[in-house]
């Protein structure tokens, strides 16, 4: 592989990060250190390439959404999930309740924050939070994913808004019960501290998928890591989820730790860690440098 490629690709990412803000509305996320970056390849023949901080630790946020969402499509299957959230992409802003409650009875999709309450609360019945960890460290290969303790409280002392969306899902019937329960479920979920690398890990399970790129071992059903890349790749960005496919065309999953997920399919994880935010929440270091790799390397889907 042609490391110098992948030098390119994170300079190119360096060079935005002055353009973007490490996220504040969680005042413990405001700590980052806005200049790291972090660039993590785990390849389908057992390659790696690691580029500067991809060892720091730092929250999922909204990463863990896929977590939950494969979780769930494993414990309660396709139509109990997609019965109660939808599968478009919805134009508006990760925290947004508008669309919700003057035009649908469903939250749009599972990766925006009304989507992953609600599945929270489908989770609820059927795996604790410290089963959904065990989860998330099998498929991220990653045994060290702690709980990041501090990361929740300041959430949670600061979830006015998405504890406006639990309400407004609970008054539409979309949660059905423990709305305080799937707030702080959601909430510990995007507490989980990975790096760079688990992430590329991840990547690469689902590239492969749902197969440990080591052992053989299925960790996923396949049906269900099919499901999850093509959310990411129509939803996994928010609102700036369009362009993202038409310029870079690699299903990808933001969180405004800073943590970038990208999946080429059948090759490569890719994870990216870079605070610097764009005005969207998405990693700002991440598009011109996953667009670069897509282009030199030829990765587009399409
Ligand atoms: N915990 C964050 C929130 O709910 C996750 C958002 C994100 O990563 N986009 O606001």
Same mark, same amino acid.
């Given at each position: 592989m042609?490391i110098?490629i992948f030098e390119?690709a ?12 490490? !996220?504040?509305?969680?005042?413990? =996320? ?5 200049n790291s %970056?972090? &660039?993590?390849? +785990? *390849?389908d ?12 630790r730092?929250?999922m ?10 979780a ?13 959230v939808?599968?478009?992409p919805?134009g ?8 919700l ?10 990766m925006?924050?009304?989507? !992953?309450?609600t599945?929270?609360? =489908? ?6 939070? %410290?089963? &959904?960890?065990? +989860? *998330? ?10 709980f990041?303790?501090?990361v ?17 899902l609970?008054?539409k019937?979309i ?21 760079a690398?688990?992430l590329?890990n ?5 590239a492969?998928?749902g ?14 890591a099919?499901?999850?890349?093509t ?8 609102d700036?989820?369009g362009?993202?496919?038409?310029r ?15 999946v ?10 870079g ?5 969207k ?15 030199e ?6």
């Open positions: 042609n110098e390119k994170f300079e190119k990412g360096k060079e935005a990060i002055p353009l973007g803000n490490v !996220a504040t509305y969680i005042p413990e =996320l405001g700590k980052a250190g806005k %970056l972090g &660039l993590s390849i +785990y *390849t023949d057992g390659q790696r390439i690691n580029i500067g901080d991809t060892q720091t730092f929250t946020q909204s990463i863990s959404k896929i977590v939950s969402l494969a769930a499509l494993e414990v309660c299957g396709f139509d109990n999930v997609f019965e109660k939808g599968m478009e919805s508006e802003a990760f925290n947004s309740l508008v669309e409650d003057l035009n649908s009875n469903r939250p749009f999709n599972p925006i924050n009304s989507g !992953a309450l599945v929270a609360s =489908l989770l609820l019945p059927k795996m604790s939070f %410290l089963d &959904l960890a065990d +989860y *998330t460290r099998l498929i991220c290969l990653d045994e060290e994913i702690t990041n303790e501090a929740y409280k300041s959430e949670m002392a600061n979830v006015s808004r998405n504890r406006a969306i639990a309400y407004l609970e008054s019937g949660i059905e019960n423990g709305v305080e329960e799937s707030l702080s479920l959601y909430t510990k979920m995007c507490s989980l501290n990975v790096t690398e688990s590329a991840f990547g690469m399970v689902l492969l998928e197969k440990n790129p080591v052992s053989g071992e299925q960790l996923m059903n396949p049906k269900v099919q499901i999850v890349k959310i990411m790749l129509t939803c996994g960005m928010y700036g989820s362009e993202f496919a038409v870079v065309g690699i299903p990808t999953k933001s969180g405004v730790g800073g943590g970038l997920l990208s080429v399919d059948k090759k490569m994880g890719i994870g990216i860690y605070p610097s935010l764009d005005e929440g998405n990693c700002i270091a991440g598009r011109p440098l996953l667009e670069y790799l897509s282009k390397l030829n990765l587009h889907i399409l």
